[in-house]
């Protein structure tokens, strides 16, 4: 009984390299949210999608940053031209419904920037 | 819009002792509230959800809170502390389709 999975759980990328964050949601859930978490803060909602939508893309920045979850395969955040400030643990979460929902969390995926 | 307020960003006790994490939240429907906790290096983990249907919910880990509407609160209580209480604590609200954290308290027990 697999739960969210996230990969790679960490990864070092140079200023101006493209990131690519994996999430594969627990079997039968469709919803998948990402969260960033800065160091000493708390969860920040960047992105709300479903299969082959974007539900609520309201907590993602407007530019470098870009989310999908395709029909097969992984939901992906990809982050273009990272900064330093965007080091950060990624948290991806699914949920079997829209709404009220638990959602379930993967481990995380560490981004450090140098 | 829905949101949620953890006073005290760390809260220190020994153990054996009650843990009590306070959450505020607010919301213009009627929210289901959680409370997650995250041990170092990993991600968050349920540890109990209030949906309306009793007042009182029980969690793991011998942890439980209590929905008070009159004061909009959901804190989270353990009468005695262990010492792999230790981690971060999150209280969420989730209305309609989204889900708001507070900014964690960090619990530390000491022997």
């Known amino acids: 009984n697999a739960g969210v999975m996230q990969n790679p759980r960490h990864l070092v990328r140079r200023r101006g390299q493209e990131a690519r964050l994996r999430c594969s949601p627990m079997?039968?859930?469709?919803?998948v949210y990402w969260y960033r978490q800065l160091p000493e803060e708390g969860l920040k909602f960047m992105v709300y999608l479903q299969k082959e939508n974007i539900i609520d893309e309201s907590g993602m920045p407007k530019e470098r940053f870009s989310a999908e979850f395709p029909k097969e395969g992984p939901s992906i955040l990809r982050i273009q031209q990272v900064v330093r400030g965007d080091s950060a643990a990624y948290f991806c979460?699914?949920?079997?419904?829209?709404?009220?929902?638990?959602?379930?969390f993967g481990p995380g995926t560490r981004l450090l920037v140098l | 819009a829905q949101s949620v307020t953890q006073l005290g960003s760390h809260v220190s006790v020994s153990e054996g002792a009650l843990v009590l994490l306070r959450c505020n939240y607010s919301s213009s429907v009627p929210p289901y509230l959680f409370w997650y906790v995250q041990y170092p290096n990993q991600g968050l983990q349920l540890l109990l959800k209030y949906t309306s249907a009793a007042t009182l919910v029980k969690g793991i880990n011998g942890f439980e809170a209590e929905f008070k509407k009159s004061e909009t609160s959901f804190h989270l209580t353990k009468p005695s502390a262990h010492m792999s209480d230790a981690a971060e604590y999150f209280c969420?609200?989730?209305?309609?389709?989204?889900?708001?954290f507070g900014a964690g308290t960090r619990l530390t027990v000491k022997p």
């Open positions: 079997k039968g859930h469709s919803h």
């Open positions: 979460a699914s949920s079997s419904r829209q709404g009220q929902e638990t959602q379930y």
């Open positions: 969420a609200v989730s209305a309609y389709n989204d889900m708001r």
